[in-house]
């Protein structure tokens, strides 16, 4: 996984979302839609000085995964006399690295940590069974998200929290089973449905009220372009 690569899925969630071509470059995506999204963050392993991704930063040790597996002497340290708590401490200090950029059965990771059995991960962070993911923290069972948070069983879907069951939507929050919608929160069973909330199997809903079909398309039009470039 690379910055070109990243671009290309991005385009893609972006074009199936909104049916216009992506006009945002990663960087741009990141600070406008991502701006609150817990993501990895970058240190030094502490063994090399490199440049690593990590989910947390408060450890005061780093090291890559890869490092230390490279590593010989972890069961070798020489025993010393531990006569205080203070003694345990700085034996403990000397072994005591944070792993970074964790990953198990996965493919094509980068800028990304505590990610398994996964594809097309980039800069994001405890993903699980997903495929083609950005900037995104705690999804599962999911492909082409972009922006997500703890939600599963979303497919091309951009800013999703708290939320399952999504395709083609944008901007989602605590609600199931939305369909080429944007702005919900707290809904189900919605079908092309614009900022709507607390209400469920509708279609056509526009502000939690009935549009036909003709004006709908023609205000989120309107809503797509101003997302797009506002």
Known sequence: ??????????DKIIGQIFGYKNPLSLDQFLRKYAFDVRLPQQVNDSTTGELTWTQSVNPAKFITTQNAWNRQDWDTMPARNLATINDVLAAWNEV?????ERQVDSLSVAESDNIYTSENVYRSE?????????????IFSSEFVAA???????????????????SSSFAVTW????????????????????FCSHITNK??????????EEEYRRIKDMVVRWVLTA
């Open 96 to 100: 005591n690295f944070t792993s970074t």
């Open 1 to 10: 996984m690379d910055v070109r690569n990243a671009q290309a899925i991005l």
């Open 175 to 194: 609600s199931k089973k939305i369909v080429n919608s944007m702005f919900i929160e707290d809904c189900s069973d919605m079908y092309e449905c614009m």
């Open 148 to 166: 997500g948070q703890r939600s599963n069983a979303l497919s091309f879907c951009a800013r999703v929290e708290d939320s399952k069951d999504c």
């Open 203 to 212: 279609k056509f809903y526009i502000a939690n009220a009935q549009y036909s």
């Open 126 to 138: 405890d993903i699980s069974d997903s495929k083609n993911v950005l900037f995104s923290d705690g």
